[in-house]
């Protein structure tokens, strides 16, 4: 009997635990459909910062273009040795590129841009606007009548949204021409046909699909970033767990998307 | 302003009096608590045109939460704040936005932003709310910056600039729209003694040459009799003490006294 009365705080715990991190989800929830809401509340009024939004741009394409490319370049040389290496047991190498085509365009052109965006682009989001936070910035421009989500948020949400899609576009190329160099001048196949499958099976729908999953992505790394920075708390550690946090989750939402994403668009 | 100094024509008038003018900002039993901790209990505060309110108290006494209900960073469980007749908490955003813009605000730590310089910082909010050509905004940052006298420092990053440098800063930012009310967060806080005294005479300077409302928070009693020209005390979240500060000053309550000697109460100590 003691026992049991012994063993009954522990079995609140559990219960407080599950209340804890529900409410925690619910309230991250809350938090990025408030910041999606008031990005888009906030989208068509005036003024429009068009140097914020080229700075933004500037910041969120160009500055990616390296990294981005140089993770497509190797994800599409990778998958063209490995699909050559597996197509070559049962003689289908020439089907190689297409499936380097179609996987990059369909799937990893997008997801590891994004992948890759968000961390560079998703953490400092965060560590900017989490240190405005902190230091009082973001209320003093509250203070000035100046709304931060109108300034702050929407050409960083907008900026990111709209470059990803030219990010993956130019990604997708690179990666293609990555795995043609390793399929034709390492494994040694025919560049004629390798060129020819490789745009065989390909729709522009593919295309375009890969694309606005793209955007989709870019808009759900972005507002997150921004989320998590607005609402951070705690001074320089919460500045930290923001990032990070911004990151992680971002790169999971990206992940569980991917797939109603590619449900809904194929 | 008359030719009575403003000292004597406010000595002895307070929230609770029958005050001939009609307050330029009245704060009216605000109530605020915060994870069921009770931060402002009922407040009532009047400040009148042209006043310089200094609201004093210890750590966590509640200051900074009343100050930034007065811009609507905060919003209130219970009460109300009224600024020119206009219920603030109650005003659609557009009525809200364009009452804060009548109020200018600087920060404890100055809170200029770190990617602009500092002409970038107080051309900000010129840039967004007024129609001026890059001349006029060029021409006004240097008026406000001649107000806290700090020329030539326009094109330095706020990084640079020391903390009493960067509090001056502030309020030029905060006066560059030409504000009806003037709110000080802390001014003070963490300078030492002579760069303390430089603020506070670029305050009153600011006070006589603006003739604004003022209101700001400190508990440094120094400062605040320097600028003063009315004080209110806030104790565990209600305001204990509205008066001149000469009457403050020979105010016979043990806890006034003991917080203005500095000297802790027993309950503070444990």
């Known amino acids: 009997m003691s026992d049991e009365l012994a063993a009954a705080p522990a079995r609140w715990l559990i219960f407080e635990r599950i209340g804890k991190a529900s409410l925690q989800l619910f309230e991250e929830v809350g938090r990025f459909f408030y910041i999606l809401h008031s990005t888009i509340h906030w989208s068509f009024r005036r003024p429009f910062d068009l140097q914020q939004w080229t ?4 910041r969120v394409g160009v500055d990616s273009m390296p990294v981005v490319s140089l993770t497509a370049m190797f994800t599409g040389m990778v998958l063209a040795l490995q699909t050559y290496r597996g197509f070559e047991r049962f003689h289908a190498e020439s089907f190689v590129g297409s ?11 997008p997801v590891l841009a994004a992948l890759m965006i968000a961390g560079r682009i998703g953490s400092s989001l965060a560590a900017e606007l989490g240190t405005m936070r ?17 300034y702050l948020v929407v ?13 993956v576009a130019i990604a997708n190329g690179i990666g293609v021409l990555g795995g043609f160099g390793v399929a034709v001048y390492l494994m040694g196949a025919n560049p004629v046909v390798y060129w020819e499958k490789t745009f065989q099976y390909l729709d522009l729908n593919d295309v375009f699909s890969g694309l606005i999953k793209a955007a989709v992505f870019g808009l759900i790394l972005s507002v997150t970033g921004c989320a998590k920075g607005f609402f951070t708390t705690g001074g320089a550690e919460g500045v930290g767990r923001s ?24 | 302003m008359s030719a009575i100094p403003p ?6 008038r307070t929230s609770q009096s029958l005050a001939p003018a009609t307050p330029k900002v009245a704060v009216l039993d605000l109530w605020k608590s915060f994870a069921g901790h009770e931060v402002l209990r009922g407040i009532n505060l009047c400040v009148y045109e042209g006043d310089s309110l200094v609201i004093v108290g210890g750590s966590g006494a509640g200051k900074s939460v009343l100050l930034k209900h007065f811009v609507g960073l905060i919003t209130p469980d219970r009460g109300h704040i009224v600024v020119d007749g206009e219920d603030l908490t109650r005003a659609d955003p557009r009525v809200s936005l364009e ?43 240097h008026e406000c910056l001649d107000l806290v006298h700090l020329i030539g420092v326009e094109h330095k990053a706020t990084g640079e600039l ?23 967060d802390e001014p003070t806080t963490g300078l030492d003694p002579v760069t303390a005294a430089v603020i506070d005479r670029v305050i009153v300077e600011m006070r006589d040459r603006l003739l604004v409302t003022m209101v700001t928070i400190t508990h440094d009693m120094r400062s605040a009799f320097r600028i003063a020209d009315r004080i209110a005390m806030l104790h565990r979240g209600e305001i204990i003490v509205d008066a001149a500060p000469e009457l403050v000053r020979d105010l016979a309550d043990p806890y006034v006294q003991k917080f203005l000697a500095g000297e802790p109460t027993e309950e503070e100590v444990t």
Not at chain 1, 243 to 266: C, E, H, N, P, Q
Not at chain 2, 162 to 184: N, Y
């Open chain 2, 162 to 184: 020391s903390g009493g440098m960067r509090r001056r800063i502030g309020f030029a930012r905060a006066i560059a729209l030409q504000p009806e009310v003037l709110l000080f």
């Open chain 1, 243 to 266: 990032t990070t946090a911004a990151v992680v989750m971002a790169s999971v939402v990206i992940l569980v998307s991917d797939f109603f994403l590619t449900k809904i668009l194929f």
């Open chain 1, 155 to 167: 050409p960083r949400v907008g900026a990111t949204t709209l470059m990803l899609p030219p990010l």
């Open chain 2, 99 to 141: 009452i804060r813009r009548t109020f200018g605000m600087s920060f404890q730590e100055g809170a200029l932003f770190d990617s602009l310089d500092v002409f970038e910082n107080i051309a900000f909010p010129l840039r967004r709310h007024t129609a001026k050509s890059e001349e006029e905004i060029a021409a006004r940052v």
């Open chain 1, 55 to 58: 700075k933004q741009m500037v």
């Open chain 1, 99 to 109: 499936v380097v085509s179609l996987s990059l365009t369909r799937e990893l052109g």
């Open chain 1, 134 to 150: 902190v230091t009082e910035q973001i209320d003093a421009m509250h203070a000035m009548a100046v709304e931060p989500i109108h």
């Open chain 2, 7 to 12: 000292t004597q024509l406010r000595v002895g």
